[in-house]
């Protein structure tokens, strides 16, 4: 079957198709969470819709196991499954930007760096992550947020349409005016319902934005969150900032009798005004909790400010993550977090609290599948190392962290942050009472559930 996937493939797309006997296929199949060393039959690179919609024909025709892969992350290496057709995005990439609308059409595997970019060339951008190689079509089909998120909301609180290769091979747009049901599913209902092949969002005005980083020593992190969990969710909108457990990397902007050490901190972003003065009052408070050990603000190009971790965490790290949602910071959860600061297993293991308040919460809880419009803040225990002989320690530790910390959550998570192993259940929370409703778009669009490999939602029974 493999070799023969392979040639029918190769006569069918425009673009490159690898198989397991090809030069390229081993470094095709690596994905940025080195942890997942999977095998698939064939690797589809497609250059087009086209290409894609050739491919889920020929895997549904064929038999064959498929899975998708965009243009960027795939934490939990979901698009990586052995014997399977992988239909891989990353040469569908590009951004077409139209500044009087204030729009951008985006391939369907580019990365958050080839937006941010070509936005920024006309002073705009949209809400989406924190680096530049995190892929558009994951981030964005599972909600999305980032340094924006405040200010302007989620990413698919942004997006305007999708095209969309569904499983019979068809091709469809999906927007308020056309297929609403599935725009509504697309719009935090993961890659259950299809393949995105091209996104169109809408662009906000944001140049040049105030970046700040602020460090507490450890024995201060019950005030700092403590502080923070008032502060933030009172602060002005054009303020974001989120708050993280971390061991200080060796290198700027850090002073070196920090490096290495553990710390508390808060990364923020204001897109409000970012001369020097106004950055000085903006981060005044941050001395309220605590003298900090270290703080650093500066006006940057939010692009850079997008970039500033891409080198810090590359490709090929061993990674193991889990999330939930929050809508306070409980006492308890303070004591969790500090217990698990003083434990970080690797320098790079971490823990982040992204704000999803502000703007995000103008959208009604029934407008998208993004099922926790209630939420304050996002979380994630991502533990991380170069190292594959680290890789039991660090999920050990983030499985732990997240035991510990899951009673004050509020029950589900980010999609995006679900680990591969969590299914059933914990995917069900996740959309809350939206759930069912998500099944009955699967059925329409998908019933024989070819989009599985994803924190699938199965298709509503007849």
């Not at 470094?27 to 039959?41: F, V």
């Not at 091209?198 to 024995?219: I, K, N, Q």
């Amino acid at each position: 079957m493999g070799g023969t996937a392979v040639e029918t493939l190769r006569e069918l797309l425009r673009g490159e198709v690898i198989g397991p006997e090809d030069a390229g296929y081993d470094e095709a199949r690596q994905i940025y969470n080195a942890m997942i060393d999977r095998r698939p039959a064939v690797i589809a690179r497609c250059a087009d819709t086209t290409d894609v919609r050739a491919a889920v024909r020929y895997a549904r025709e064929s038999g064959m196991d498929l899975a998708v892969r965009g243009g960027g992350h795939s934490g939990g290496g979901l698009c990586l499954i052995d014997g399977s057709l992988m239909i891989d995005l990353s040469a569908i990439r590009w951004v077409r930007v139209d500044p009087g609308a204030r729009t951008a059409l985006v391939g369907g595997g580019s990365q958050l760096g080839d937006l941010d970019h070509e936005a920024h060339g006309f002073g705009l951008a949209t809400p989406a992550g924190i680096m530049s190689t995190t892929g558009v079509g994951g981030l964005t089909l599972g909600g999305g947020h980032g340094h924006l998120t405040r200010a302007y909301g989620l990413t698919i609180d942004n997006l305007l349409a999708a095209d969309v290769v569904l499983a019979d091979g068809s091709v469809v747009t999906a927007s308020a005016d056309e297929h609403p049901d599935l725009y509504w599913a697309l719009r935090g209902g993961g890659g259950n319902f299809g393949v995105a092949t091209s996104f169109r969002y809408a662009l906000h005005p944001v140049d040049t934005v105030g970046l700040a980083v602020t460090l507490w020593e450890p024995e201060h992190i019950g005030a700092v969150l403590r502080w923070y969990r008032e502060f933030l969710p009172a602060a002005p909108q054009e303020l974001n900032g989120f708050f993280a457990v971390l061991t200080v990397a060796p290198g700027p902007p850090f002073p070196e009798e920090i490096h290495g050490r553990k710390m508390c901190g808060v990364v923020w972003c204001t897109t409000g005004a970012t001369d020097e003065e106004s950055l000085a009052k903006t981060f005044a408070a941050v001395a309220d909790p605590a003298p900090p050990a270290f703080h650093f603000a500066a006006p940057m190009p939010y692009p850079a400010v997008q970039a500033m971790f891409d080198e810090l965490i590359p490709k090929g790290l061993q990674w193991y993550w889990r999330g939930d949602f929050f809508d306070r910071v409980t006492d308890e959860a303070i004591d969790v977090h500090g217990t698990f600061l003083e434990n970080l297993p690797t320098p790079l293991s971490t823990m982040h609290l992204y704000p999803v308040d502000a703007a995000a919460h103008r959208v009604g809880p029934m407008d998208t599948a993004w099922a926790y419009r209630d939420a304050i803040w996002s979380g994630v225990i991502g533990g991380i190392s170069p190292e594959p002989s680290d890789a039991e320690a660090i999920r050990t530790w983030a499985v732990d962290y997240w035991e510990a910390l899951h009673p004050q959550s509020m029950g589900g998570a980010y999609v995006n942050f679900l680990g591969a192993d969590e299914e059933g259940e914990r995917v069900r929370a996740t959309y809350r009472g939206h759930y069912d409703r998500l099944a009955e778009v699967k059925r329409t669009y998908d019933p024989d559930n070819v989009f599985h490999h994803n924190q699938n939602i199965a298709p509503a029974k007849s």
